[in-house]
């Protein structure tokens, strides 16, 4: 029974290149939620997402971000044009439901950007 | 801004005793509270958590404290081992309709000193 999968655990992009981050739930999980960590700060949350829905993206930048979980496949946080300060551990996140008061982590996806 | 943060960014304590970490919030209206573990390069890991209808809660060697009147909840170790040096964070469930968006504090980094 895996846990929630991230891949590519390390990811170097230069600026302006695009980033793509994969987040599979666990088996049976519907939600997911992608969080991002700066170096000795907490985690922030960015957005969260139902199959095929985004519930909330209150967290996410105007610009150059974006998130889908598609019907199959795995979600997937997209960051466009990366600059310096999109260098980040990025972690996601799974629930069963809505109602589900527990999310399950991934071990993150560490983005620099040089 | 952050509606959750610690007290302290470091706490050291000696193999064997009890170490307490403390927390703040300032959402009145958040009614679950969750306290998690990040060791170094990994997700966040699910601890403990309790109900704003209870002040106190135990597990296995840890248990948290809330004090609804001055938002403050706090996580007590028990018998602190080296295994327990890590980041924790307090979070809190928003509990909006539809999903869950978890706030994470800052994070308190223990060490613990053989």
């Known amino acids: 029974n895996a846990g929630v999968m991230q891949n590519p655990r390390h990811l170097v992009r230069r600026r302006g290149q695009e980033a793509r981050l994969r987040c599979s739930p666990m088996k049976g999980h519907s939600h997911v939620y992608w969080y991002r960590q700066l170096p000795e700060e907490g985690l922030k949350f960015m957005v969260y997402?139902?199959?095929?829905?985004?519930?909330?993206e209150s967290g996410m930048p105007k610009e150059r971000f974006s998130a889908e979980f598609p019907k199959e496949g795995p979600s997937i946080l997209r960051i466009q044009q990366v600059v310096r300060g999109d260098s980040a551990a990025y972690f996601c996140?799974?629930?069963?439901?809505?109602?589900?008061?527990?999310?399950?982590f991934g071990q993150g996806t560490r983005l620099t950007v040089v | 801004g952050e509606s959750v943060g610690l007290h302290l960014p470091t706490l050291s304590v000696q193999e064997g005793d009890n170490s307490i970490i403390n927390c703040a919030y300032s959402?009145?209206?958040?009614?679950?509270f969750i306290w998690y573990k990040q060791e170094s390069g990994k997700g966040p890991q699910f601890i403990i958590d309790i109900r704003s209808n209870m002040d106190k809660r135990q597990g296995q060697r840890v248990t948290v404290l809330l004090n609804k009147t001055v938002k403050h909840l706090s996580l007590q170790i028990a018998a602190t081992q080296p295994g327990d040096s890590a980041v924790y964070f307090c979070?809190?469930?928003?509990?909006?309709?539809?999903?869950?968006?978890?706030?994470f504090g800052a994070g308190t980094r223990l060490f613990v000193k053989a």
């Open positions: 979070a809190e469930n928003m509990g909006n309709t539809g999903g869950f968006k978890t706030i």
């Open positions: 996140a799974s629930s069963l439901s809505e109602g589900s008061t527990e999310a399950f």
């Open positions: 997402l139902q199959k095929e829905n985004i519930i909330d």
């Open positions: 959402n009145s209206a958040s009614d679950y």
